[in-house]
């Protein structure tokens, strides 16, 4: 199953309008999320530093090391968001490693966009 599959048939999903919490920076992370419909906003003392639309996936690095959320997630139009837990997470990561490799490189494609930005 493809990541964009994997959120769109996913047991639990937010509904959100904009303006609504996803999560804030400091809370515990201990589920991913993978944006259906919709755009996310990530923020760092009220500062937007990335926005992540339909098929975007955030959330990953707080499911691998439980360190507390770094950014704060905010919806910035109604958006639909499917949720997967860590025990899915390990699970897709065991048993398919095309999701594995899916969740790296959406981390490097994301860390090479901020580089970018930073440099210019």
Known sequence: MSVRGLFLNAERTLQLQAGDLVFAEGDEGHLMYGAVAGQIAFRKDGEEI???GRD???????????????L???????????????RVFLYLVHETPMF???????????????????TH
């Open 72 to 86: 704060e997630a905010v919806a910035v139009e109604p958006s639909t968001v499917g949720i997967i837990d860590e």
């Open 100 to 118: 594995a490799l899916n969740v790296m490189r959406a981390l490097t494609a994301r860390i090479r966009d901020l580089d970018a930005r930073r």
């Open 50 to 52: 990335v926005r992540i």
């Open 56 to 70: 975007g996936t955030f959330g990953e690095l707080d499911i691998i090391d439980h360190a507390p959320r770094s």
